[in-house]
Structure formats: structure tokens, C-alpha cells
């Protein structure tokens, strides 16, 4: 059987001074910071995946990685 890989990913940091513990609460958003941080996951993830494509399809056509596609 072939494996996988999952990766989970959570959401940056939430603007939360008060430390509340706010579930699915309204009015909570991330802070800058946590807006930062889900671009930079968001970012990583897309070139993940688009590596992922693109070495499938150089696998598929019989390009190495060495080869220019």
C-alpha cells in the first residue's frame, strides 16, 4: 500500500489579551502577527504542492531532476 503524508496546519496567532479561552466565539481575528504567519504557512504549502505536480509530471514525461524540462 502506498504511503502518505498529511500535514495539518493551524491558523497563526489570534489576537487575545484577556487569555480567553474563546472557541468559536465571535470577534476574535488573528493579530499582524498571526495574519504573518498563515501567509508564510499558505505560501510554503502552495510550493509544496506545486513541487509536488511538477515532479510528478517530470516522473511521468521520464525527466530526472537533473534534466532541464
Given at each position: 500500500m502506498p504511503?502518505?503524508?498529511v500535514h495539518l496546519l493551524r491558523h497563526?496567532?489570534?489576537?487575545?489579551p484577556e487569555h480567553v479561552v474563546y472557541g468559536?466565539?465571535?470577534?476574535?481575528?488573528?493579530?499582524?502577527k498571526g495574519a504573518r504567519m498563515a501567509?508564510?504557512?499558505a505560501?510554503?504549502?502552495a510550493q509544496r504542492v506545486q513541487n509536488s505536480y511538477r515532479d510528478r509530471?517530470?516522473?511521468a514525461i521520464g525527466l530526472s531532476d537533473a534534466e532541464p524540462a
Open positions: 504511503s502518505a503524508t497563526g496567532e489570534v489576537h487575545n468559536r466565539l465571535p470577534d476574535y481575528h488573528l493579530s499582524e501567509e508564510a504557512a505560501a510554503d504549502l509530471w517530470r516522473n
